[in-house]
Protein backbone atom coordinates (compact mmCIF):
# COMPACT_ATOMS: atom_id res chain seq x y z
CA UNK A 1 0.00 0.00 0.00
CA UNK A 2 1.43 3.54 -1.08
CA UNK A 3 0.02 6.64 0.33
CA UNK A 4 -0.12 9.19 -2.09
CA UNK A 5 -0.92 11.96 0.89
CA UNK A 6 0.49 12.52 3.75
CA UNK A 7 0.68 10.38 6.80
CA UNK A 8 -1.86 11.38 9.48
CA UNK A 9 -1.13 12.13 13.01
CA UNK A 10 -3.92 11.04 15.27
CA UNK A 11 -3.38 13.90 17.47
CA UNK A 12 -3.77 16.39 14.86
CA UNK A 13 -6.11 14.68 12.69
CA UNK A 14 -8.76 12.58 14.43
CA UNK A 15 -9.07 8.84 13.64
CA UNK A 16 -11.18 6.05 11.55
CA UNK A 17 -13.06 3.12 13.20
CA UNK A 18 -14.30 0.54 10.69
CA UNK A 19 -18.01 -0.97 11.84
CA UNK A 20 -18.42 -4.12 9.94
CA UNK A 21 -22.61 -4.31 10.11
CA UNK A 22 -22.85 -6.96 7.61
CA UNK A 23 -20.88 -9.44 5.69
CA UNK A 24 -19.02 -7.12 2.51
CA UNK A 25 -20.28 -3.95 4.15
CA UNK A 26 -18.50 -1.64 6.67
CA UNK A 27 -19.27 1.82 7.79
CA UNK A 28 -16.34 4.11 8.35
CA UNK A 29 -16.50 6.82 11.46
CA UNK A 30 -14.24 9.81 12.23
CA UNK A 31 -13.34 9.91 15.87
CA UNK A 32 -12.20 13.86 16.06
CA UNK A 33 -9.21 14.59 17.69
CA UNK A 34 -9.03 16.55 21.34
CA UNK A 35 -7.40 19.74 19.90
CA UNK A 36 -10.84 20.17 17.32
CA UNK A 37 -13.29 19.38 20.40
CA UNK A 38 -11.79 21.64 22.64
CA UNK A 39 -12.24 24.34 20.39
CA UNK A 40 -15.62 23.09 19.69
CA UNK A 41 -15.95 23.57 23.71
CA UNK A 42 -16.61 19.45 23.83
CA UNK A 43 -15.66 16.95 26.38
CA UNK A 44 -12.44 15.44 25.45
CA UNK A 45 -12.50 12.30 27.33
CA UNK A 46 -15.74 11.46 25.58
CA UNK A 47 -14.15 11.54 21.66
CA UNK A 48 -16.03 8.42 20.87
CA UNK A 49 -19.75 9.78 21.63
CA UNK A 50 -18.82 12.72 19.15
CA UNK A 51 -17.51 10.48 16.47
CA UNK A 52 -19.08 10.91 12.81
CA UNK A 53 -20.02 8.79 9.89
CA UNK A 54 -17.78 9.19 7.07
CA UNK A 55 -18.26 6.64 4.50
CA UNK A 56 -20.64 3.23 3.81
CA UNK A 57 -18.40 0.77 1.78
CA UNK A 58 -20.57 -1.96 0.10
CA UNK A 59 -19.03 -4.71 -1.78
CA UNK A 60 -21.78 -6.79 -2.78
CA UNK A 61 -23.56 -3.75 -4.46
CA UNK A 62 -20.03 -2.44 -5.39
CA UNK A 63 -20.84 1.41 -4.40
CA UNK A 64 -19.79 3.96 -1.75
CA UNK A 65 -21.30 6.51 0.06
CA UNK A 66 -19.28 9.51 1.02
CA UNK A 67 -21.12 11.53 3.89
CA UNK A 68 -18.89 15.05 3.44
CA UNK A 69 -18.88 16.76 7.06
CA UNK A 70 -16.71 19.70 8.42
CA UNK A 71 -13.96 18.23 10.64
CA UNK A 72 -12.34 21.44 11.90
CA UNK A 73 -13.75 22.40 15.71
CA UNK A 74 -13.90 26.08 15.16
CA UNK A 75 -16.26 26.07 12.62
CA UNK A 76 -20.23 26.52 13.60
CA UNK A 77 -21.14 23.18 11.42
CA UNK A 78 -18.72 20.79 13.06
CA UNK A 79 -19.35 17.40 12.63
CA UNK A 80 -22.21 18.61 10.60
CA UNK A 81 -23.29 17.92 6.97
CA UNK A 82 -20.27 20.71 4.99
CA UNK A 83 -22.95 21.43 2.27
CA UNK A 84 -26.36 23.17 2.06
CA UNK A 85 -28.63 20.46 1.57
CA UNK A 86 -26.28 17.43 -0.29
CA UNK A 87 -25.94 15.02 2.71
CA UNK A 88 -24.23 11.75 1.04
CA UNK A 89 -22.51 11.55 -2.40
CA UNK A 90 -22.68 8.12 -4.05
CA UNK A 91 -20.28 6.27 -6.41
CA UNK A 92 -22.08 3.31 -8.01
CA UNK A 93 -21.02 0.51 -9.65
CA UNK A 94 -16.83 1.28 -8.55
CA UNK A 95 -14.46 -1.55 -7.94
CA UNK A 96 -12.48 0.81 -5.82
CA UNK A 97 -14.40 -0.68 -2.79
CA UNK A 98 -12.33 -3.69 -2.92
CA UNK A 99 -8.86 -1.69 -2.61
CA UNK A 100 -7.10 -2.59 0.73
CA UNK A 101 -9.91 -5.51 1.34
CA UNK A 102 -8.67 -9.01 2.31
CA UNK A 103 -9.86 -12.14 0.49
CA UNK A 104 -11.35 -10.08 -2.08
CA UNK A 105 -13.66 -8.13 -0.10
CA UNK A 106 -13.98 -4.20 1.30
CA UNK A 107 -11.64 -3.39 3.67
CA UNK A 108 -12.19 -3.74 7.60
CA UNK A 109 -9.20 -1.43 8.59
CA UNK A 110 -8.82 1.76 9.19
CA UNK A 111 -5.55 1.42 6.85
CA UNK A 112 -7.57 -0.67 4.33
CA UNK A 113 -9.65 2.76 4.36
CA UNK A 114 -6.91 5.08 3.42
CA UNK A 115 -6.28 3.19 0.79
CA UNK A 116 -9.79 3.36 -0.74
CA UNK A 117 -9.71 6.91 -0.55
CA UNK A 118 -6.76 7.04 -2.52
CA UNK A 119 -8.31 5.59 -5.05
CA UNK A 120 -11.39 8.03 -5.26
CA UNK A 121 -11.33 10.32 -8.65
CA UNK A 122 -9.49 13.29 -8.63
CA UNK A 123 -12.36 15.50 -8.33
CA UNK A 124 -12.86 14.17 -4.68
CA UNK A 125 -11.17 15.03 -1.15
CA UNK A 126 -9.30 12.41 -0.29
CA UNK A 127 -7.60 13.25 3.01
CA UNK A 128 -10.48 12.46 5.66
CA UNK A 129 -9.08 14.78 8.12
CA UNK A 130 -10.68 17.33 5.87
CA UNK A 131 -13.89 16.17 5.36
CA UNK A 132 -13.90 14.05 2.45
CA UNK A 133 -16.66 15.20 -0.27
CA UNK A 134 -15.41 17.25 -3.48
CA UNK A 135 -12.58 19.38 -3.32
CA UNK A 136 -13.42 22.51 -3.04
CA UNK A 137 -13.06 23.55 -6.70
CA UNK A 138 -15.57 21.24 -8.02
CA UNK A 139 -18.08 22.35 -4.93
CA UNK A 140 -19.65 24.16 -7.91
CA UNK A 141 -21.14 20.64 -8.87
CA UNK A 142 -22.85 20.67 -5.56
CA UNK A 143 -24.06 24.05 -5.70
CA UNK A 144 -25.84 23.51 -9.30
CA UNK A 145 -27.45 20.18 -8.05
CA UNK A 146 -28.76 22.15 -4.86
CA UNK A 147 -29.92 24.74 -7.08
CA UNK A 148 -31.56 22.34 -9.44
CA UNK A 149 -33.62 20.18 -6.87
CA UNK A 150 -34.55 19.15 -3.18
CA UNK A 151 -32.27 16.09 -3.41
CA UNK A 152 -30.05 15.14 -0.47
CA UNK A 153 -28.23 12.39 -1.90
CA UNK A 154 -25.78 12.44 -5.23
CA UNK A 155 -25.45 9.31 -7.40
CA UNK A 156 -22.62 9.01 -9.60
CA UNK A 157 -23.61 6.52 -12.09
CA UNK A 158 -22.90 4.84 -15.40
CA UNK A 159 -26.79 3.14 -15.02
CA UNK A 160 -28.85 6.49 -15.30
CA UNK A 161 -29.09 9.65 -16.56
CA UNK A 162 -28.83 13.01 -15.18
CA UNK A 163 -31.60 14.26 -13.16
CA UNK A 164 -33.81 13.18 -10.48
CA UNK A 165 -34.41 9.90 -9.43
CA UNK A 166 -38.34 9.90 -10.61
CA UNK A 167 -39.16 7.38 -8.07
CA UNK A 168 -37.09 8.61 -5.09
CA UNK A 169 -37.43 12.99 -4.36
CA UNK A 170 -33.92 12.42 -2.46
CA UNK A 171 -31.95 10.87 -4.90
CA UNK A 172 -30.39 13.07 -7.85
CA UNK A 173 -27.96 11.25 -10.45
CA UNK A 174 -25.40 12.59 -12.47
CA UNK A 175 -23.75 10.27 -15.39
CA UNK A 176 -19.95 9.64 -15.17
CA UNK A 177 -20.00 11.13 -18.62
CA UNK A 178 -21.11 14.52 -17.34
CA UNK A 179 -19.19 14.42 -14.26
CA UNK A 180 -16.20 14.24 -15.95
CA UNK A 181 -17.65 16.85 -18.58
CA UNK A 182 -18.46 19.50 -15.84
CA UNK A 183 -14.61 18.34 -13.75
CA UNK A 184 -12.70 18.79 -17.18
CA UNK A 185 -14.87 22.10 -17.80
CA UNK A 186 -14.52 23.54 -14.27
CA UNK A 187 -10.69 22.54 -14.81
CA UNK A 188 -10.32 24.25 -18.09
CA UNK A 189 -11.86 27.77 -16.03
CA UNK A 190 -9.02 27.59 -13.77
CA UNK A 191 -6.67 27.00 -16.33
CA UNK A 192 -7.95 30.08 -18.10
CA UNK A 193 -8.52 32.28 -15.32
CA UNK A 194 -4.62 31.57 -13.79
CA UNK A 195 -3.21 32.06 -17.45
CA UNK A 196 -5.10 35.58 -17.89
CA UNK A 197 -3.86 36.45 -14.31
CA UNK A 198 -0.29 35.63 -15.31
CA UNK A 199 -0.76 38.12 -18.49
CA UNK A 200 -2.17 40.92 -16.94
CA UNK A 201 1.16 40.62 -14.09
CA UNK A 202 3.83 40.26 -16.97
CA UNK A 203 2.12 43.22 -18.85
CA UNK A 204 1.80 45.37 -15.09
CA UNK A 205 4.70 45.02 -14.35
CA UNK A 206 6.23 46.07 -17.89
CA UNK A 207 3.93 48.85 -18.37
CA UNK A 208 4.89 50.57 -14.62
CA UNK A 209 8.75 50.84 -15.98
CA UNK A 210 7.55 51.43 -19.40
CA UNK A 211 5.92 54.53 -17.62
CA UNK A 212 9.09 55.72 -16.28
CA UNK A 213 10.68 55.33 -19.24
CA UNK A 214 8.49 57.01 -21.39
CA UNK A 215 8.23 54.10 -23.57
CA UNK A 216 4.60 52.71 -24.56
CA UNK A 217 2.67 50.89 -22.59
CA UNK A 218 1.16 47.48 -23.54
CA UNK A 219 -2.29 46.04 -23.37
CA UNK A 220 -2.17 42.13 -21.78
CA UNK A 221 -2.82 39.51 -24.47
CA UNK A 222 -6.82 38.71 -23.85
CA UNK A 223 -6.22 36.10 -25.85
CA UNK A 224 -9.65 34.03 -28.48
CA UNK A 225 -11.60 32.09 -25.53
CA UNK A 226 -14.50 34.80 -24.07
CA UNK A 227 -13.62 33.32 -20.74
CA UNK A 228 -10.01 34.48 -20.82
CA UNK A 229 -10.74 37.49 -22.01
CA UNK A 230 -13.18 37.84 -19.15
CA UNK A 231 -10.92 36.55 -16.99
CA UNK A 232 -8.20 39.42 -18.23
CA UNK A 233 -10.59 42.40 -17.93
CA UNK A 234 -11.41 41.80 -14.60
CA UNK A 235 -7.95 41.59 -14.05
CA UNK A 236 -7.00 44.74 -14.73
CA UNK A 237 -10.20 46.20 -13.12
CA UNK A 238 -12.27 46.90 -16.19
CA UNK A 239 -15.26 44.51 -15.08
CA UNK A 240 -16.85 45.39 -11.98
CA UNK A 241 -18.06 42.41 -9.36
CA UNK A 242 -21.39 41.37 -8.69
CA UNK A 243 -23.30 42.06 -4.93
CA UNK A 244 -22.57 38.09 -4.90
CA UNK A 245 -18.84 37.98 -5.68
CA UNK A 246 -18.10 40.64 -3.69
CA UNK A 247 -20.32 39.48 -0.92
CA UNK A 248 -17.90 36.52 -1.73
CA UNK A 249 -14.73 38.06 -1.44
CA UNK A 250 -15.37 39.54 1.71
CA UNK A 251 -16.61 36.72 3.31
CA UNK A 252 -13.44 34.26 2.22
CA UNK A 253 -11.21 38.05 3.30
CA UNK A 254 -13.26 37.69 7.18
CA UNK A 255 -12.58 34.04 7.41
CA UNK A 256 -8.90 34.05 7.02
CA UNK A 257 -8.13 37.30 8.37
CA UNK A 258 -6.14 36.28 11.05
CA UNK A 259 -4.40 33.14 9.23
CA UNK A 260 -3.29 36.23 6.71
CA UNK A 261 -2.25 38.65 9.52
CA UNK A 262 0.56 36.05 11.08
CA UNK A 263 1.69 34.32 7.83
CA UNK A 264 1.92 37.42 5.49
CA UNK A 265 1.52 40.60 7.86
CA UNK A 266 2.92 42.90 4.90
CA UNK A 267 0.51 41.92 2.29
CA UNK A 268 -2.48 42.14 4.32
CA UNK A 269 -1.57 45.63 5.43
CA UNK A 270 -1.35 46.23 1.53
CA UNK A 271 -4.82 45.00 1.42
CA UNK A 272 -6.23 47.05 3.82
CA UNK A 273 -4.67 50.05 2.38
CA UNK A 274 -5.98 49.46 -1.14
CA UNK A 275 -9.86 49.41 0.63
CA UNK A 276 -8.98 52.31 2.48
CA UNK A 277 -8.21 54.16 -0.70
CA UNK A 278 -11.04 52.27 -2.94
CA UNK A 279 -13.35 53.56 0.00
CA UNK A 280 -12.03 57.29 0.13
CA UNK A 281 -12.46 57.25 -3.78
CA UNK A 282 -16.02 56.30 -3.30
CA UNK A 283 -16.69 58.80 -0.48
CA UNK A 284 -15.21 60.95 -2.91
CA UNK A 285 -17.57 60.22 -5.68
CA UNK A 286 -20.67 60.06 -3.15
CA UNK A 287 -20.24 63.74 -1.68
CA UNK A 288 -19.76 65.15 -5.06
CA UNK A 289 -22.41 64.21 -6.58
CA UNK A 290 -24.24 65.34 -3.32
CA UNK A 291 -22.99 68.70 -3.79
CA UNK A 292 -25.04 69.10 -6.65
CA UNK A 293 -28.03 67.85 -5.49
CA UNK A 294 -29.88 70.16 -3.04
CA UNK A 295 -30.34 67.95 -0.12
CA UNK A 296 -31.78 69.18 3.55
CA UNK A 297 -29.23 69.55 6.49
CA UNK A 298 -30.59 66.23 7.68
CA UNK A 299 -29.23 64.33 5.24
CA UNK A 300 -25.70 65.93 5.61
CA UNK A 301 -26.07 65.44 8.90
CA UNK A 302 -26.54 61.62 8.68
CA UNK A 303 -23.68 61.72 5.76
CA UNK A 304 -21.24 63.15 8.66
CA UNK A 305 -22.49 60.94 11.05
CA UNK A 306 -21.61 58.38 9.32
CA UNK A 307 -17.74 59.45 8.35
CA UNK A 308 -16.53 61.30 11.34
CA UNK A 309 -13.10 61.18 10.10
CA UNK A 310 -13.95 64.20 7.81
CA UNK A 311 -14.80 66.60 11.11
CA UNK A 312 -11.27 65.59 12.01
CA UNK A 313 -9.82 67.07 8.67
CA UNK A 314 -12.34 69.94 9.21
CA UNK A 315 -11.03 70.83 12.81
CA UNK A 316 -6.84 70.12 12.37
CA UNK A 317 -6.61 67.94 14.81
CA UNK A 318 -7.48 64.61 16.21
CA UNK A 319 -11.60 64.48 17.34
CA UNK A 320 -13.52 61.89 19.07
CA UNK A 321 -17.71 62.06 18.47
CA UNK A 322 -19.13 62.48 22.01
CA UNK A 323 -22.95 62.88 20.49
CA UNK A 324 -24.90 63.59 17.81
CA UNK A 325 -27.59 66.13 17.89
CA UNK A 326 -26.86 67.05 22.11
CA UNK A 327 -28.34 68.93 24.05
CA UNK A 328 -25.79 71.55 24.80
CA UNK A 329 -28.74 73.50 26.79
CA UNK A 330 -29.86 70.37 28.70
CA UNK A 331 -29.08 68.94 31.80
CA UNK A 332 -28.07 65.85 29.92
CA UNK A 333 -26.80 65.66 26.05
CA UNK A 334 -29.22 63.11 24.78
CA UNK A 335 -32.46 64.57 27.42
CA UNK A 336 -34.35 68.03 26.35
CA UNK A 337 -33.22 71.26 25.64
CA UNK A 338 -33.74 74.50 23.49
CA UNK A 339 -30.24 74.16 22.05
CA UNK A 340 -29.37 71.54 19.69
CA UNK A 341 -25.93 71.23 18.10
CA UNK A 342 -25.31 68.99 15.49
CA UNK A 343 -21.95 66.86 16.78
CA UNK A 344 -20.58 67.48 19.86
CA UNK A 345 -16.84 66.09 19.71
CA UNK A 346 -13.95 66.68 22.21
CA UNK A 347 -9.88 66.32 21.41
CA UNK A 348 -8.91 63.10 21.92
CA UNK A 349 -5.86 64.11 23.17
CA UNK A 350 -6.75 66.64 25.96
CA UNK A 351 -10.45 66.13 25.97
CA UNK A 352 -11.40 70.02 25.03
CA UNK A 353 -14.46 69.94 23.28
CA UNK A 354 -16.04 71.63 20.26
CA UNK A 355 -19.40 72.90 18.46
CA UNK A 356 -20.16 71.20 15.37
CA UNK A 357 -22.88 72.99 13.28
CA UNK A 358 -23.68 71.88 10.01
CA UNK A 359 -26.05 73.87 7.54
CA UNK A 360 -26.21 73.12 3.75
CA UNK A 361 -23.99 73.76 0.84
CA UNK A 362 -26.94 75.49 -0.83
CA UNK A 363 -26.60 78.24 2.38
CA UNK A 364 -25.87 81.74 0.94
CA UNK A 365 -22.62 83.03 2.41
CA UNK A 366 -22.49 86.82 0.88
CA UNK A 367 -25.51 89.35 0.32
CA UNK A 368 -25.64 89.37 -3.38
CA UNK A 369 -25.64 93.44 -3.65
CA UNK A 370 -22.00 94.75 -2.33
CA UNK A 371 -22.09 96.88 0.41
CA UNK A 372 -19.49 99.38 -0.39
CA UNK A 373 -17.65 99.00 -4.17
CA UNK A 374 -15.58 95.57 -4.41
CA UNK A 375 -16.99 94.76 -0.39
CA UNK A 376 -19.65 92.51 0.21
CA UNK A 377 -21.70 91.65 3.72
CA UNK A 378 -22.27 88.40 5.19
CA UNK A 379 -25.89 87.03 4.60
CA UNK A 380 -28.28 86.88 7.35
CA UNK A 381 -28.31 82.99 7.07
CA UNK A 382 -24.31 83.17 7.35
CA UNK A 383 -24.04 85.48 10.31
CA UNK A 384 -27.02 83.94 12.20
CA UNK A 385 -25.79 80.73 12.01
CA UNK A 386 -22.34 82.39 13.53
CA UNK A 387 -24.46 83.43 16.03
CA UNK A 388 -26.18 80.19 16.81
CA UNK A 389 -22.60 78.20 16.74
CA UNK A 390 -21.92 81.23 19.58
CA UNK A 391 -24.83 80.73 21.69
CA UNK A 392 -24.77 76.77 21.84
CA UNK A 393 -21.17 77.49 23.55
CA UNK A 394 -22.67 80.05 25.78
CA UNK A 395 -25.12 77.31 26.89
CA UNK A 396 -23.09 74.58 27.15
CA UNK A 397 -20.35 76.13 29.50
CA UNK A 398 -22.85 77.15 31.62
CA UNK A 399 -24.48 73.51 31.61
CA UNK A 400 -21.15 71.36 31.41
CA UNK A 401 -21.08 70.61 35.24
CA UNK A 402 -24.61 69.40 35.42
CA UNK A 403 -24.67 67.72 32.03
CA UNK A 404 -21.37 65.81 33.44
CA UNK A 405 -22.89 64.81 36.58
CA UNK A 406 -26.37 63.90 35.08
CA UNK A 407 -24.36 61.96 31.89
CA UNK A 408 -22.21 60.58 34.24
CA UNK A 409 -19.72 61.65 31.42
CA UNK A 410 -16.59 63.21 32.72
CA UNK A 411 -13.76 62.94 30.41
CA UNK A 412 -15.12 65.77 28.44
CA UNK A 413 -13.92 69.62 29.55
CA UNK A 414 -14.67 72.85 28.35
CA UNK A 415 -11.39 75.13 28.43
CA UNK A 416 -12.13 76.50 25.29
CA UNK A 417 -14.64 75.26 23.74
CA UNK A 418 -14.11 75.63 19.69
CA UNK A 419 -16.65 75.99 17.30
CA UNK A 420 -16.53 74.77 13.89
CA UNK A 421 -19.68 75.87 11.17
CA UNK A 422 -20.05 73.70 7.84
CA UNK A 423 -21.85 75.87 5.52
CA UNK A 424 -21.91 77.41 1.71
CA UNK A 425 -19.51 77.25 -0.92
CA UNK A 426 -16.56 79.49 -1.96
CA UNK A 427 -18.21 82.52 -3.20
CA UNK A 428 -17.30 82.96 -6.74
CA UNK A 429 -15.24 86.56 -8.11
CA UNK A 430 -12.34 87.77 -6.68
CA UNK A 431 -14.20 90.70 -4.56
CA UNK A 432 -16.25 87.70 -3.19
CA UNK A 433 -13.40 85.82 -2.37
CA UNK A 434 -12.18 88.30 -0.23
CA UNK A 435 -14.69 89.67 1.51
CA UNK A 436 -15.22 86.39 2.53
CA UNK A 437 -11.34 85.63 4.01
CA UNK A 438 -11.30 89.12 5.38
CA UNK A 439 -14.68 87.95 7.36
CA UNK A 440 -13.78 84.31 7.67
CA UNK A 441 -9.97 85.06 9.44
CA UNK A 442 -11.41 87.52 12.03
CA UNK A 443 -14.07 85.32 13.09
CA UNK A 444 -11.88 83.61 15.85
CA UNK A 445 -14.53 81.51 17.90
CA UNK A 446 -15.86 79.91 15.20
CA UNK A 447 -14.15 77.88 12.40
CA UNK A 448 -15.55 78.16 9.26
CA UNK A 449 -14.98 75.94 6.33
CA UNK A 450 -17.36 75.62 2.88
CA UNK A 451 -18.45 71.88 1.61
CA UNK A 452 -16.44 72.21 -1.25
CA UNK A 453 -13.70 73.36 0.60
CA UNK A 454 -13.80 69.49 2.68
CA UNK A 455 -14.22 67.87 -0.91
CA UNK A 456 -10.81 69.77 -1.84
CA UNK A 457 -9.39 68.51 1.21
CA UNK A 458 -10.62 64.52 0.59
CA UNK A 459 -9.31 64.72 -2.93
CA UNK A 460 -5.57 65.80 -1.56
CA UNK A 461 -5.64 63.33 1.10
CA UNK A 462 -6.63 60.86 -2.02
CA UNK A 463 -3.74 62.01 -3.77
CA UNK A 464 -1.20 61.49 -0.98
CA UNK A 465 -2.39 58.28 -0.41
CA UNK A 466 -1.68 57.64 -4.05
CA UNK A 467 1.60 59.14 -4.12
CA UNK A 468 2.77 57.13 -1.19
CA UNK A 469 1.44 54.13 -3.01
CA UNK A 470 3.62 53.73 -5.63
CA UNK A 471 7.08 53.54 -3.93
CA UNK A 472 5.34 50.97 -2.02
CA UNK A 473 4.78 48.85 -5.35
CA UNK A 474 7.97 49.33 -6.50
CA UNK A 475 9.57 47.65 -3.67
CA UNK A 476 7.05 44.88 -3.64
CA UNK A 477 8.06 44.61 -7.39
CA UNK A 478 12.19 44.46 -6.40
CA UNK A 479 10.93 42.42 -3.47
CA UNK A 480 9.75 39.61 -5.75
CA UNK A 481 12.13 40.26 -8.68
CA UNK A 482 14.44 38.87 -6.17
CA UNK A 483 13.03 36.42 -4.31
Not at 77 to 82: A, E, G, R, W
Amino acid sequence: MALGFRQHDPARDGTLEVEEYHPNFVEVYFVPPEHSLLAAGLDPTRAKSYRAKLLEINGQDTFLSIHPISTFGDKPDFLKPKYGRIERITLDGTDIVFRGGDDGGVPTTPEGVLEVLEELPSAFTKDYAYGLGLAKPYRFIIDAVEELSDCTEIVITAEYPTGPDPNDGQLFYISNKDFEHARRAINSIDSLAQTAARAVKETTAYNIFAERLGVQKLDPKAGRHPYRKLFTAVAQGKEELSEEDQNAVIGALSNHVASIAEGQPEKLAKLRGDIELVTLEALIKRYDEMLGDKLVEGRWQDFFNENPFILNMAFGYPVIKVHDQASVGGRKLSGDGEKITDFLVKNSLTNNTAIFEIKTPQTSILNKTPFRDGVFTPSTDFSGSINQALDQKYQFQKQIAQIKDNTRLYDIESYAVHCCLVIGKTPEGDDQKKSFELFRRNSKDVEIVTFDELLEKLKQLSVFLRAAEEPAKLQELKGDANG
